[in-house]
């Protein structure tokens, strides 16, 4: 049994479980804090990204902005291009702005076929679809022939030209029409959409014209007109902010800012937070709990505001989750549990040993192991920053590999012009102007420059200025007029039936030829900065009036270029320079050529295609990645060189209509726009929208989340951070019992074998420590053992169980019966037979009367030869001794004559027994030296009584079972007794009869 513990195993108890409990609460608070400060930085992180929507919002508030991303969300409807399709995308826009626009829609390949007109007379209707079907056609390289139909719109939009050679299947254009001022949208809506039309594949074909492709299915055509009164009109705005269409993007929701709580369902305290906000400041975020709003008043709507609302993921703080509680409580009650068990009911804790030491594993891992878990939660709930952190990073990485791409593609540009302006050929005499020209011609075609299509060239003017001119000389990139005749009728495709020759109208002057009074007054300027112009013959007041030229020049030049440009021109030879000249932009390379005396005598100005040369790059990028054949836009561009048509690489308003807005804004705020979008089918969508540095282009790059997300690599690590714990508990306990317990088990078998009799079992010996040396021990045990069990055979029961009651030494006096059995005839039959004959008789006989006594709860006190004496004892729940006896002695004279059968089947001898019961004290004890021969006897006058009564058995006649008459007076009723006289003739002894 256990025993209660000593008195100070219950306060040692009381105090483990104070420092494990300190231990669990301090921990607890400092979770609690690290998470109050992780709580708080998420909920900063959520502010910063609704405010980072702000400039969409502010793209929004703009009348012209809102309406372009509306129309260019409204044309995804169209795609089906079914009559369905067709009253959906009118009733969206009808419904938006109003009646009073102008529509035209058209379906069908070929010239399409009307479907809808919405205020267009006849005229404008011929004017338009031959507008859009050049669009069309110029897919297949009719862009030769659209004078014709640029020389109609222009006339329609108050000559504003809206059709480019290089050109979107949706431009929207800010034109006159009818003399109202508005909005004009021509669009083709293709299925599947075309990412990259043909001419933006014709610019990257080298100067030459490219072959037929296949023209795409068009699904709808679409003509409309919106005027500004009408996209400008505040009911209007509204419905486009509210309309479906934006919401693809970004949904939003507007009212009057009085009447907040009518048409924005927000939780009481955000609404109020909103509107101290909003009694203050224009626009701003708040984030409250789960959910954050971000707000913008727009200057032209006084007393409205927008409103976007997000719904965020629950912040989940482990410390105050009713789990972690519960969890605390747990552990405290079983700490509390366990010393109180160990204490003060230790036999509780009787339970296996895998099971204690597992339960002392967790315990002591329990601290560091919620740490751990903690840790490992935190950073799960980290890792979705994490991925933003890197998409973020990705998005600027393609957009500095998309600026180092451009800048290599100067380089190249740069290292052709000075290539040209670098030959010895210069320090000669001029060659002939048709010889230069077709020396820029081979520098351009050789580098690959030629935009197909456009015109110009990366090497658009050349300006040669010597002493032996008297006027600069300007070249253009374009081809000669024979090679211009040559590439007008390589591939040239059958002219479109309803296309006509157009009038002979004057020739537009180009760009170059506009700026060319001004560049050669810089050209003069510079010549003569350089001293590179004739001595002057005009006499004092002539070279006055050319000083005064020359200074009015200058002073306008710097007007019009800027003064720190002209000087960083006529300072920096052989460099690379931005040059700005009646609002268009460009790249200036001014090279002087001097002679052996280093004396200025030719003067080069090379102004390069900056647009051209961005935008082939931009080009062939898109090309090279396929950006254009992805499910989803990566990166789209956008020149800001084109105010009114701007060209974006690549068209995606059917997937994404908000790539233009951000593009449109990054262009208006000049800086780093970083914006969280939802997605209508679930997501998120990161864009990062900039200017390129050093460039004409906006760019936005675009992910995806989920799906763009990169697989995490310490993802495998995080979730065996969390499985940590356990896995520790799990490889100690395997490690307890491979090394520690499986050797107690086996120790635990073994012991189980010897006791059950078999005492041959041996524990190998595998190590020399502790265990082993216990096993060594168990064997020696188990030897020891071996040897005392055969010679515990040796003694009587009676005698093992007085050594084991420590009663061996001092004598027992008890009543009892004895029973005595004698072999008759013993010594005859000993000399008759064998000895090896005679001691297998023995034993069987031995063996067979043992059972039969030990089966009526006797015990064999000792072999005398080949008889035998049987104590029989009182016994608790079994019959009296003497019934026993007398029971036992009937069983052997029945279990002989079975024995005799036996044996005379086999013609072995028989034998014959006789047995005596007497009942009376009993002497016990434990007899001889102290230190030598000791023997165990059971003796007194009973067992003499006894012996008397199986020498009387030889005058019997029946059954040869002889008891005293003390025996006999006990037996009770229901047997028979037959009285033997004695020698004064009253009966001494009974025979037990069979009856």
């Not at 460039?695 to 065996?720: G, I, K, N, T, Y």
């Not at 040396?773 to 093992?800: I, P, T, Y």
Request: aromatic share 8%; charged share 20%.
């Amino acid at each position: 049994m256990f025993e209660r513990p000593s008195g100070p195993a219950a306060p040692l108890g009381l105090l483990l479980v104070v420092v494990v409990g300190a231990a669990l609460a301090w921990q607890a608070v400092l979770l609690d804090r690290l998470e109050g400060d992780q709580a708080a930085a998420i909920r900063t992180g959520r502010q910063d990204e609704l405010r980072n929507l702000l400039p969409l919002l502010r793209r929004r508030a703009d009348p012209t902005g809102l309406a372009e991303e509306f129309l260019h969300s409204c044309l995804g409807y169209l795609k089906p291009g079914t009559p369905a399709a067709f009253r959906r995308f009118e009733r969206m826009v009808r419904g938006t702005y109003g009646q009073d626009l102008l529509l035209g829609l058209w379906d069908g390949p070929g010239e399409g076929r009307m479907v809808a007109n919405l205020g267009f007379t006849s005229h404008e209707t011929w004017v338009l679809i031959r507008a859009l079907n050049h669009q069309y056609f110029k897919e297949n390289n009719y862009w030769r022939y659209s004078e014709e139909a640029t020389a109609h719109l222009a006339s329609l939009t108050a000559g504003i030209s809206v059709l480019r050679p290089v050109h979107n299947l949706a431009t929207l254009l800010e034109v006159r029409f009818r003399g109202r001022p508005g909005l004009l949208l021509l669009a083709l809506v293709t299925d599947p959409a075309r990412r990259m039309n043909q001419s933006l594949a014709n610019a990257l074909t080298n100067g030459q014209a490219a072959p037929p492709a296949p023209l795409p299915v068009v699904k709808a055509r679409v003509a409309m007109f919106l005027p500004r009164e009408q996209y400008q009109s505040r009911r209007n705005m509204v419905r486009a902010w509210r309309s479906h269409a934006l919401a693809r993007t970004l949904p939003l929701a507007a009212g009057p800012v009085g009447r907040l709580e009518e048409w924005l369902p927000l939780a009481p305290g955000l609404r109020s937070r909103l509107k101290r906000h909003l009694a203050v400041r224009l626009q701003g975020a708040e984030v409250l709990g789960e959910t954050g709003v971000v707000f913008l008043q727009p200057d032209g709507l006084p007393g409205w505001v927008m409103v976007h609302r997000r719904e965020f993921p629950p912040v989940l703080r482990l410390a105050r989750s009713p789990g972690a509680a519960g969890l605390w409580v747990l552990v405290a009650a079983g700490l509390l549990a366990l010393v109180g068990v160990r204490c003060f009911r230790p036999d509780w804790w009787a339970f296996g040993i895998t099971w204690k030491f597992l339960f002392l594993v967790l315990v002591i891992g329990l601290v560091p192991g919620l740490g751990l878990a903690w840790v490992s939660w935190a950073r799960s709930g980290l890792e979705a920053d994490f991925r933003e952190t890197g998409q973020f990073r990705a998005c600027e990485g393609q957009l500095e590999s998309l600026e180092q791409s451009v800048f290599q593609k100067v380089q190249e540009s740069l290292a052709v012009a000075k290539q040209f302006v670098r030959r010895k050929i210069w320090l000669g005499p001029l060659p002939p102007r048709a010889a230069i020209a077709s020396m820029v011609w081979e520098a351009n075609s050789r580098n690959g420059t030629v935009l197909q299509g456009s015109g110009t060239f990366e090497i658009a003017t050349l300006y040669i200025m010597g002493k032996e001119l008297a006027a600069p000389l300007m070249f253009n990139g374009a081809p000669p007029q024979e090679v211009a005749n040559l590439l007008r009728q390589a591939h040239l495709p059958p002219r479109p039936g309803f296309m006509r020759r157009p009038p002979v109208r004057p020739p537009k002057a180009s760009a170059a030829e506009r700026t060319a009074p001004f560049i050669n007054g810089l050209i003069r300027f510079l010549a003569r900065s350089y001293q590179m112009e004739a001595a002057s013959t005009a006499g004092p007041t002539g070279v006055a009036k050319e000083d005064l030229q020359g200074g009015v020049v200058f002073d306008l030049l710097s007007v019009l270029a800027g003064k720190s440009q002209l000087l960083r021109i006529g300072i920096q030879p052989d460099r690379i320079l931005p040059f700005r000249l009646l609002y268009e932009v460009t790249w200036a390379l001014m090279h002087i050529v001097r002679d052996q005396q280093r004396r200025a005598i030719r003067l080069f100005l090379v102004i390069l295609g900056r647009e051209q040369i961005q935008t082939r790059t931009f080009l062939q990028l898109v090309y090279e990645r396929g950006l254009h054949r992805k499910d989803f836009p990566e990166c789209l561009l956008m020149s800001v060189l084109m105010q009114r048509a701007a060209l974006v690489i690549p068209e995606w308003w059917d997937v994404f209509p908000g790539g233009i807005a951000l593009l449109r804004q990054a262009m208006n705020e000049q800086g780093v726009q970083r914006m969280v979008l939802p997605r209508p089918e679930g997501g998120r969508v990161l864009a990062m929208a900039r200017p390129l540095r050093g460039m004409d282009h906006v760019a936005v790059s675009l992910r995806r989340q989920p799906e763009d997300d990169p697989p995490d690599p310490a993802a495998f690590a995080s979730r065996l951070a969390r499985a940590y714990p356990f896995l520790v508990a799990v490889l100690a306990v395997l490690f307890f019992q491979r090394f520690f317990l499986r050797p107690v088990r086996e120790l635990q078998r073994g012991v189980e074998t010897i006791t059950g009799g078999d005492f041959e079992v041996r524990l190998p010996v595998v190590t020399d420590d502790e265990i082993g040396q216990l096993c060594q021990s168990f064997n020696r045990m188990a030897e020891g053992v071996k040897e005392k069990e055969f010679l515990r055979r040796f003694l009587s029961d009676l005698a093992m169980e007085a050594v084991d009651d420590g009663q061996a030494t001092r004598a027992t006096r008890l009543s009892g019966t004895v029973l005595m059995s004698d072999i008759r005839k013993f010594t005859t039959i000993s000399e008759e037979h064998g000895p090896e004959e005679v001691v297998e008789m023995l034993n069987a006989y031995l063996t067979l009367m043992e059972e039969v006594i030990e089966r009526n709860g006797g015990t064999i006190e000792k072999f005398i030869g080949d008889a035998i004496m049987a104590v029989f004892l009182p016994l608790h729940g079994r019959d009296s001794p003497e019934r026993r006896a007398a029971r036992t002695g009937l069983e052997m004279m029945r279990a002989l004559g079975r024995f005799n059968r036996d044996r005379h089947k086999r013609g072995k001898f028989t034998i014959a027994i006789g047995v005596g019961i007497a009942t009376g004290e009993l002497l016990m004890g434990m007899l001889g030296r102290h230190d030598g021969r000791r023997d165990f006897t059971v003796t007194g006058p009973t067992v003499n009584r006894a012996a008397a009564m199986e020498k009387v058995t030889k005058q019997t006649h029946h059954t040869k079972l002889v008891v005293c008459p003390v025996t006999a007076a006990n037996l009770g009723v229901g047997w028979a007794v037959v009285p033997l006289a004695g020698p004064a003739e009253s009966p001494t002894a009974f025979e037990i009869g069979l009856g």
